[in-house]
């Protein structure tokens, strides 16, 4: 398979939603986690699980199966469901990435979403930050209509 990392929401995912195995609402216990990948990892649609796999290497305070995403927060805007978290910093860093996947460690590291950074983004000796959209039907990280 040819590397490339395509913007998603994971497949597996829209099922377990509906089976009731991830739970965004704030103060739930289920613990969310953003992995940063090299530009050689395969990750889209049919991503159904965290992998080490082509990920970024351990780095100042980026370490394997990445940061716990803080600050969840769900809401309906308008006829859509949205949900949010609160941007993610790795400082001390020197990394490249294409893309991330953000999953779920209260669920058997099960897959949730894909994204694309569009092109290769570096930080050398710094601080590599994931700042996430508006909180908003049109732009949220993850909306279901």
Known sequence: M???IDQAVCNSFKSELLGAVHDFDSGSGQVF????YQPNAVLNATT???SATNE???TGQYTAGGGILQSQQVSLDGSVGIVDFADLSFTGVTLSALGALIYNTSASNKAVCVLDFGAVKTATSGTFT???PAFTSSAA???IA
Request: glycine share 0%; proline share 0%.
């Open 56 to 58: 970024v290497a351990n």
């Open 130 to 132: 994931i700042q996430f």
């Open 33 to 36: 986690k953003l992995a940063l």
């Open 48 to 50: 159904t699980v965290y």
């Open 2 to 4: 040819t590397a490339s």
């Open 141 to 143: 990280i993850l909306r």
